[in-house]
């Protein structure tokens, strides 16, 4: 089964005194790359909640964020102390008299002290914790699902691009039909035309001789039975393999390798044009798979 890496999934849980919001996206990676915005009550539990995301999802590159909300009150959202301001102004105001200090009270002074602002939720219990997973849960599974959505996309794409490189293996094949033989002629033939030009005399035995075993190194029987033999297991991955993103990357190696030796031995037009249109499919099946999981 192909998942895409690509996908988004949004989820909310809650009583009626705590609710959750969680929103998660994910797209191409080569390996797991987690990116979390927790609010500051959740920053001691980010540990477990990058476990929770990690036993579900393997490759790609996600972000998650999570808002928590108390009796109607964003967590996210700071507010302000105005008794303890007041009380940390006029300690600064001491301290300026105490020292002689001319200098005026800024923003920036204030903002040194963390305990003049308050967050509607002060700390997190066992049970609200367990709504919160409960929500990231939800989230990932609805990523899911469009994972799952994109991915049969993917592999409608991928299974239809395989069978033109079978159809273009096929006239490969039938064109390499007798190829060794027309190689041998060809050779031959220049080999003449060489040796009258510069009228010497070869052996006719041993001329032979050397012609066959040209001819016979350009013959691609063996390539083009490892190429189909790619193809097969390459399309078995795509369907039965859980996680096929980086064998099928691999068999799209080894494809390319086989029809580029293809290319080098022929000589014959047709079948140079066909590999040039195989590489060309290979080449945008690796583009696909760099989005599967």
Do not use: W
């Not at 509607?120 to 959505?149: G, H, P, T, W, Y």
């Not at 039909?177 to 070869?202: C, P």
């Not at 016979?216 to 033999?229: A, K």
Request: hydrophobic fraction near 35%; aromatic fraction near 6%.
């Amino acid at each position: 089964m192909i998942l895409s890496m690509t996908g988004y999934g949004r989820a909310t849980a809650g009583n009626k005194k705590f609710v959750v919001d969680v929103e998660i996206k994910s797209i191409n990676s080569r390996y797991l790359e987690l990116f979390l915005k927790l609010p500051q009550i959740l920053q001691s539990k980010e540990y477990e909640i990058r476990e929770l995301i990690k036993n579900k999802i393997k490759r790609g590159k996600l972000s998650l964020v999570v808002l928590l909300k108390k009796n109607g009150s964003v967590e996210n959202e700071i507010s302000l102390d105005s008794e303890k301001l007041k009380n940390y102004i006029s300690l600064l105001k001491h301290v300026k008299k105490s020292a002689k200090i001319s200098d005026k009270i800024k923003l920036e002074h204030l903002l040194y002290n963390r305990d003049i602002f308050t967050s509607s939720i002060e700390e997190i219990s066992d049970e609200q914790f367990e709504i919160v997973k409960n929500s990231i849960s939800a989230a990932i599974d609805n990523l899911f699902e469009m994972k799952r959505k994109e991915g049969k996309e993917l592999e409608k794409d991928l299974k239809k691009r395989i069978k033109l490189i079978e159809k273009k293996l096929d006239e490969i094949e039938s064109e390499a039909v007798g190829s060794v033989n027309e190689h041998f002629l060809r050779y031959q033939e220049k080999v003449k035309q060489l040796l009258e030009e510069k009228a010497q005399t070869i052996a006719d035995e041993r001329l032979q001789l050397e012609l066959a075993i040209l001819a016979e190194r350009s013959d691609i029987t063996e390539e083009c039975v490892r190429l189909r033999s790619h193809l097969k297991f390459f399309l078995e991955a795509v369907e039965k393999e859980q996680e096929p993103g980086r064998k099928l990357n691999f068999m799209c190696q080894e494809m390319n390798r086989e029809t580029n030796t293809i290319s080098s031995k022929t000589l014959t037009v047709n079948i140079t044009h066909n590999t040039v249109m195989i590489k060309e499919e290979i080449e945008r099946i690796r583009e696909q798979i760099q989005n599967i999981e």
